[in-house]
């Protein structure tokens, strides 16, 4: 009955666009805005050379679990990725590796992009089921224009610890009717060394990408695009993990229509359909300590849809997205001794298992004067799974479905108020969401962080997120001040738990985990960001950050952040900058050691850097030169998978040249 209801209330509620600035959303990140980001740039004040990871890691709702010094996982409010949704454009991606070292962040690269849109909790069911939230990232899209132009740049750097070497160049063309953006990056790095000096075996990488997008006015409203993302990465170490990457290729592909309309209620449609295809390939042969090699190659292939209509009158809008995608993973494991001809054992860890999920969302905005708004909003999804080689799961669930449906329901509102230098704002949310290919049907997936093998059960329930959040802030011609806080409370909250039958499989392994749920967990996350302008050249800013997370037995939660915090300087004079930061983490003292954490030690770390912006024969050019970790500490945090330890000191260089 209550599924009747929401989609009542979803068909009620139908009309609109969003065409307001979110106190949870890209805000975070104050170097990107979504109005004309493909102006802005993906950097941060420290650093105008970044990944991808390290641009996120500004943001103060989310970190990271490091295997090493490629490819980081994601923490969206402090839940790994199975709780948030990442797309790109708002297409869903799903990674190969059954071990998560393809986040969907590692296919693309900083000058492929134009902004990240971020949004907590069920304010990011737009994209689909969650519980975390969303992160969308938006990839460079030229706007017509009715004159011929060319705009492009070129950015080079080095990194001395580890010997990182980059090459980043993009390049747009715009004229009334057509329009093409295109980029290639290549980055290269040895093993980097920590803060004594050490090197830490296996943390190279090489990783190529390149991305094209063409569009073609059909008529003053109307247009067409064509876009496609190729990425390969090659010889990645992972020193947390028992084993590296050989190879790891990505094809994303996409086509759209988009028509804007005059004088109505719908302002603009927005559809697409896409294709992805990802081969990645983990294998133990640059181990040669193992006993026992092992290849884990996956697979991942989806087709997709999504489609959304902008709508909007005097102070109502609103944005409704349908989304729908076609998924297929399978990943094997192959054991062997030295002579790969001479295989022992064959299983898949995941035995071909389809997704399929359709669903509808909507945004909807009232300004109910000019200080105040509402939002309300929701989704209904229908989430279906089918295990090809089902008799993996009857090992250990006999007579479990070969395939399952679920509906996945979701709700959430909003109040915010502006009163001259104040806002404030409060929100709740109600999520599901179904379990993750891994949590469902995975088998025999070993865990190198608690060294225990993890089965998936295809009964789990649905998770299900009750959410309160609010904020408040003050802001005048100096200073500014935001508060955040959520609460998450999550039942049948998925987790590894022990399994009395069964041995396990990898010689490494210390007993078998079966994925079970829990009553409920809890998870509380704060945040507190402050600037202020000392002198006109001279800026100030500040982060607070704390996470509390517990199970149905008061125990801790795994990978949850302890309190941390960042200061941060800025000069900035005619054509000179210079910034410094100090970051760090407080003891985790909330740790688990029953999921694999032990206790790590506060730290802090200074870095330094300074630019300067020239020109030559009117292009723009700007230089760089800093410190990362400035005084060389020995580091691990509580994110970093097997404690392995952070990079010491890294002086860094990089020039950037706009035409």
Same mark, same amino acid.
């Given at each position: 009955? =209550?599924?009747?209801?929401? %989609? ?53 709702? +989310?970190?990271? +679990? ?22 790109? #454009? ?20 900083? &000058? &492929? ?9 069920? *304010? ?21 224009? @009715? ?11 080095? *990194? ?38 050490? *090197? ?53 592909? $996409? ?11 719908? =302002? ?10 990802? *081969?990645?390939?983990? /294998? /133990? ?5 193992? !006993? ?125 108020? #502006? ?33 225990? #093998?993890?089965?998936?059960?295809? /009964?789990?329930?649905?998770? +299900? ?43 490494? $392994? ?6 079970? $749920? ?43 952040? @302890? ?26 003292? &909330? ?16 870095? %330094? $850097? ?12 700007? +230089? ?6 400035? !005084? ?28």
């Amino acid at each position: 009955m =209550k599924y009747i209801i929401m %989609l009542l209330f979803l068909g009620l509620s139908v009309t609109a666009q969003n065409n307001h600035a979110h106190h949870d959303s890209i805000k975070n990140l104050q170097e990107v805005k979504v109005k004309n980001a493909s102006k802005k740039k993906i950097e941060t004040e420290m650093k105008m050379a970044v990944s991808v990871d390290e641009f996120l890691s500004s943001a103060t709702n +989310i970190s990271f +679990i490091k295997r090493g010094a490629y490819a980081w996982e994601p923490l969206l409010n402090n839940m790994t990725t199975e709780r948030s949704t990442v797309t790109i #454009d708002g297409m869903h991606i799903f990674g190969a590796c059954t071990d998560k070292m393809d986040p969907i962040t590692s296919y693309v690269e900083s &000058n &492929n992009l134009a902004s990240i849109d971020i949004k907590s909790g069920q *304010e990011g069911s737009l994209h689909g089921a969650t519980v975390a939230g969303s992160i969308d990232l938006k990839r460079r899209s030229t706007a017509f224009s @009715p004159e011929r132009k060319w705009n492009g740049a070129y950015q080079t750097g080095f *990194e001395f610890n580890n010997k990182q070497f980059f090459n980043l160049g993009n390049v747009s063309y715009s004229s009334n009717k057509f329009v093409a953006d295109a980029s290639i990056s290549y980055r290269t790095a040895d093993n980097y060394h920590d803060g004594n000096n050490d *090197e830490v075996k296996h943390s190279q990488y090489n990783k190529f990408n390149t991305a094209l997008g063409l569009a073609y006015k059909t008529s003053e409203l109307s247009s067409v695009r064509l876009d496609a993302i190729f990425d390969q990465a090659k010889d990645v170490g992972f020193p947390a993990l028992p084993m590296d990457l050989w190879l790891s290729r990505a094809l994303i592909t $996409s086509a759209s229509y988009k028509q804007l309309f005059e004088e109505s209620w719908f =302002k603009a449609v927005d559809t697409k359909i896409y294709y992805n295809a990802i *081969e990645h390939y983990m /294998d /133990d042969t640059t181990r040669p300590e193992n !006993l026992v090699h092992m290849d884990m190659p996956g697979w991942s292939t989806t087709y997709g849809l999504v489609s959304k209509a902008n709508l909007q009158k005097n102070r109502y809008s609103s944005e409704i997205q349908l989304n729908a995608y076609d998924n297929l993973s399978i990943a094997e494991m192959r054991m062997y001794p030295q002579d790969r001809s001479k295989r022992t054992m064959f299983a898949y860890s995941w035995p071909w298992v389809t997704t399929r999920f359709a669903g509808l969302s909507m945004n909807n905005f009232w300004d109910i004067s000019e200080k105040s708004q509402v939002n309300l909003g929701g989704s209904l999804g229908v989430n279906y799974n089918y295990s090809k080689f089902v008799e993996f799961n009857w090992i250990f669930h006999p007579g479990a479905p070969q395939e399952k449906t679920r509906i996945l329901p979701s709700l959430h509102a909003g109040y915010q108020l #502006d009163l001259e230098h104040f806002n404030f704002s409060v929100g709740t949310g109600y999520g599901e969401r179904a379990p993750s290919v891994s949590e469902g049907y995975g088998y025999y997936i070993y865990n190198s962080f608690d060294r225990y #093998d993890y089965i998936g059960n295809p /009964d789990l329930k649905n998770e +299900i997120s009750q959410e309160l959040n609010a904020s408040a802030g003050f802001k005048n011609e100096r200073l500014s001040i935001v508060g955040k806080v959520n609460y998450f409370y999550i039942q049948n909250y998925i987790i590894g738990k022990i399994l009395s039958m069964g041995s396990p499989m990898n010689y490494q $392994s210390i007993g078998v985990k079966g994925y079970t $749920s829990l009553d409920h967990a809890t998870l509380f996350n704060m945040s507190l960001n402050t600037s202020y302008d000392i002198l006109q050249h001279l800026h100030w800013s500040g982060t607070l950050t704390y996470a509390r997370g517990t199970d149905d037995k008061g125990g801790n939660l795994p990978f949850i952040r @302890p309190l941390s915090y960042l200061t941060s300087l800025h000069f900035m004079h005619k054509n000179f900058g210079i910034q410094t930061s100090v970051n760090g983490d407080f003891e985790q003292i &909330n740790y688990s050691p029953e999921y694999g954490e032990d206790q790590t030690p506060a730290y802090t770390i200074w870095n %330094l $850097s300074a630019d300067y912006t020239f020109k030559i024969n009117k292009v723009r050019s700007t +230089i760089q030169v800093g410190a990362e970790n400035l !005084l060389n500490e020995y580091y691990s945090t509580y994110a970093d998978w097997g404690n392995i330890p952070r990079m010491g000191r890294n002086i860094f260089t990089s020039l950037k040249v706009n035409f």
